[in-house]
Protein backbone atom coordinates (compact mmCIF):
# COMPACT_ATOMS: atom_id res chain seq x y z
CA UNK A 1 0.00 0.00 0.00
CA UNK A 2 1.33 3.41 -1.16
CA UNK A 3 1.86 5.90 1.54
CA UNK A 4 2.92 9.19 1.72
CA UNK A 5 2.75 10.64 5.48
CA UNK A 6 3.55 14.46 6.33
CA UNK A 7 4.03 15.75 9.67
CA UNK A 8 5.53 18.50 11.34
CA UNK A 9 3.68 21.45 10.56
CA UNK A 10 2.26 23.87 12.97
CA UNK A 11 1.84 27.68 13.92
CA UNK A 12 5.15 29.45 14.10
CA UNK A 13 5.56 33.30 13.91
CA UNK A 14 6.40 35.07 11.10
CA UNK A 15 10.06 34.97 10.86
CA UNK A 16 10.40 31.46 12.30
CA UNK A 17 10.76 27.76 10.60
CA UNK A 18 9.59 24.73 10.48
CA UNK A 19 10.66 21.47 9.10
CA UNK A 20 7.59 19.24 7.43
CA UNK A 21 8.97 15.99 6.51
CA UNK A 22 7.11 13.27 4.54
CA UNK A 23 7.55 9.64 4.95
CA UNK A 24 7.15 7.28 2.41
CA UNK A 25 6.01 3.57 2.25
CA UNK A 26 5.07 1.25 0.32
CA UNK A 27 6.94 1.67 -3.18
CA UNK A 28 10.83 2.66 -4.16
CA UNK A 29 10.60 6.40 -2.92
CA UNK A 30 14.52 6.47 -4.83
CA UNK A 31 12.75 5.50 -8.06
CA UNK A 32 10.30 8.82 -7.99
CA UNK A 33 10.69 12.32 -8.19
CA UNK A 34 9.17 14.10 -5.18
CA UNK A 35 7.40 17.82 -5.12
CA UNK A 36 5.75 19.51 -2.51
CA UNK A 37 2.56 21.43 -2.67
CA UNK A 38 0.39 23.81 -0.46
CA UNK A 39 -3.30 25.04 -0.82
CA UNK A 40 -4.29 28.17 0.80
CA UNK A 41 -7.85 28.95 2.04
CA UNK A 42 -9.79 29.70 -1.07
CA UNK A 43 -6.73 29.57 -3.38
CA UNK A 44 -6.14 26.98 -5.75
CA UNK A 45 -3.14 24.44 -5.11
CA UNK A 46 0.14 25.46 -6.49
CA UNK A 47 3.57 23.46 -6.61
CA UNK A 48 6.42 24.82 -4.21
CA UNK A 49 9.48 22.60 -4.91
CA UNK A 50 10.54 19.37 -6.43
CA UNK A 51 13.28 17.38 -5.70
CA UNK A 52 14.65 14.91 -8.76
CA UNK A 53 15.83 11.17 -8.75
CA UNK A 54 19.33 12.46 -8.99
CA UNK A 55 18.70 15.18 -6.29
CA UNK A 56 18.56 18.27 -8.74
CA UNK A 57 16.19 21.21 -6.95
CA UNK A 58 13.89 23.35 -8.34
CA UNK A 59 11.95 25.96 -6.26
CA UNK A 60 8.54 28.53 -6.87
CA UNK A 61 10.26 31.88 -6.77
CA UNK A 62 7.69 32.25 -4.25
CA UNK A 63 9.76 30.94 -1.79
CA UNK A 64 13.06 30.23 -3.35
CA UNK A 65 16.02 31.41 -0.70
CA UNK A 66 13.66 30.52 1.89
CA UNK A 67 13.09 27.05 2.06
CA UNK A 68 14.71 23.76 1.07
CA UNK A 69 13.60 20.39 -0.11
CA UNK A 70 15.77 17.17 0.58
CA UNK A 71 15.59 14.13 0.32
CA UNK A 72 17.10 10.96 2.40
CA UNK A 73 16.42 7.61 0.34
CA UNK A 74 17.67 5.43 3.09
CA UNK A 75 15.02 6.53 5.40
CA UNK A 76 12.54 6.92 2.24
CA UNK A 77 11.71 10.41 3.89
CA UNK A 78 11.82 13.96 2.17
CA UNK A 79 12.22 17.40 3.72
CA UNK A 80 11.01 20.82 3.35
CA UNK A 81 13.41 23.24 5.81
CA UNK A 82 11.61 26.80 5.53
CA UNK A 83 13.03 29.72 7.12
CA UNK A 84 11.71 33.22 7.03
CA UNK A 85 7.98 32.03 7.15
CA UNK A 86 5.63 34.75 5.67
CA UNK A 87 1.59 34.58 6.85
CA UNK A 88 1.14 34.24 2.77
CA UNK A 89 2.76 30.61 3.52
CA UNK A 90 -0.04 29.81 5.66
CA UNK A 91 -1.85 26.62 3.79
CA UNK A 92 -2.31 23.03 3.71
CA UNK A 93 1.08 21.11 2.43
CA UNK A 94 1.16 18.29 0.54
CA UNK A 95 4.27 15.79 -0.37
CA UNK A 96 3.67 14.55 -3.53
CA UNK A 97 5.94 11.40 -6.01
CA UNK A 98 5.65 11.41 -9.52
CA UNK A 99 7.32 10.87 -12.83
CA UNK A 100 8.97 13.56 -13.30
CA UNK A 101 9.78 17.51 -11.75
CA UNK A 102 8.39 19.95 -14.18
CA UNK A 103 10.41 22.92 -12.82
CA UNK A 104 9.05 22.77 -9.36
CA UNK A 105 6.24 21.50 -10.13
CA UNK A 106 6.41 17.41 -9.65
CA UNK A 107 4.28 15.48 -12.07
CA UNK A 108 2.19 13.67 -9.50
CA UNK A 109 1.22 9.76 -9.24
CA UNK A 110 0.99 9.42 -5.19
CA UNK A 111 -0.19 12.20 -2.67
CA UNK A 112 -0.50 12.62 1.29
CA UNK A 113 -2.96 13.66 3.38
CA UNK A 114 -1.07 17.01 3.92
CA UNK A 115 0.04 19.12 7.16
CA UNK A 116 -1.09 22.36 8.25
CA UNK A 117 1.23 25.55 8.28
CA UNK A 118 0.20 28.51 10.02
CA UNK A 119 2.10 31.84 9.92
CA UNK A 120 0.56 34.11 12.38
CA UNK A 121 1.57 36.46 15.24
Known amino acids: QVQLVESGGGLVQPGGSLRLSCAAS????????IGWFRQAPGKEREGVSC???????YYADSVKGRFTISRDNARKTVFLQMNSLKPEDTAVYYCVAGDSCSGYVVRSRYWGQGTQVTVSS
Open 51 to 57: ISIDGST
Open 26 to 33: GFTLALYH
